[in-house]
């Protein structure tokens, strides 16, 4: 009989220590829904609570949370190419005094916008809808993997000995090349589209019922 009492007892302390750990955890998820205004949080809480999260779309806070994203790289182009270099002239013939060379170059160049550089006179805000007028996009980088990068072919003429700045000036104009190639493939119009996309599913996710970002 006094096991049986002690049982219940122990399983009455269990069952309240349970209440309490329930209530507790429930205040708290409350609280949290409340206060969950932004991302996934907020559209849980949104669907939990039944009723639309507010966000603070004031100018100052919307500018923040776009320059948040800073350096944003949209674009990566790939470049696979020979380019040649050379020594001589049109006089003398490139067997006897000539310097050549073919280099199998690998590079790559990156573009984005630099959300860094919104301006507040960039954003506009009115009953629900917003303007954003993106900073233009930029080549942020053109560079060659010198490892995937190499001298596939070399001929120096009898009577010359190798020039030792020709392979690093044909890099350097490997570099332009890729350069130019990209701006001419319009990596600059991808760059901007791809953020204006980012930027207008961020604005979306803030509660913006009209997006424009130019």
């Known amino acids: 009989m006094v096991e049986e009492r002690k049982h219940s007892g122990w399983a009455g302390r269990f069952v309240i220590a349970l209440t309490i750990v329930f209530l507790v955890g429930s205040v708290a998820t409350v609280l949290y829904l409340r206060h969950a205004v932004t991302g996934v949080s907020g559209r849980i809480a949104s669907l939990l609570l039944g009723r639309p999260v507010s966000y603070d779309t004031s100018v100052p806070v919307v500018i923040e949370k776009i320059q948040s994203l800073r350096r944003m790289e949209t674009v990566s182009y790939s470049m696979d190419t020979i380019v040649e270099g050379k020594r001589g002239n049109d006089v003398l013939p490139d067997l006897l005094f000539g310097d050549r060379l073919l280099l199998v170059v690998h590079g790559q160049a990156i573009a984005g916008v630099d959300l860094a550089k919104l301006k507040p006179e960039d954003v506009r805000v009115a009953n629900g809808a917003i303007h954003v007028e993106l900073p233009p996009s930029e080549l942020f980088s ?73």
């Open 142 to 214: 053109a560079n060659i993997d010198n490892q995937k990068t190499r001298v596939y072919l070399r001929t120096t003429g009898l009577f010359v000995p190798a020039d030792q700045n020709l392979e690093t000036e044909t890099r350097a104009k490997a570099e332009d090349q890729l350069k130019q190639a990209a701006l001419k493939d319009g990596i600059l119009d991808n760059a901007k589209r791809n953020a204006q996309a980012t930027v207008t599913t961020m604005l979306n996710g803030l509660g913006f019922t009209r997006v424009d970002v130019k």
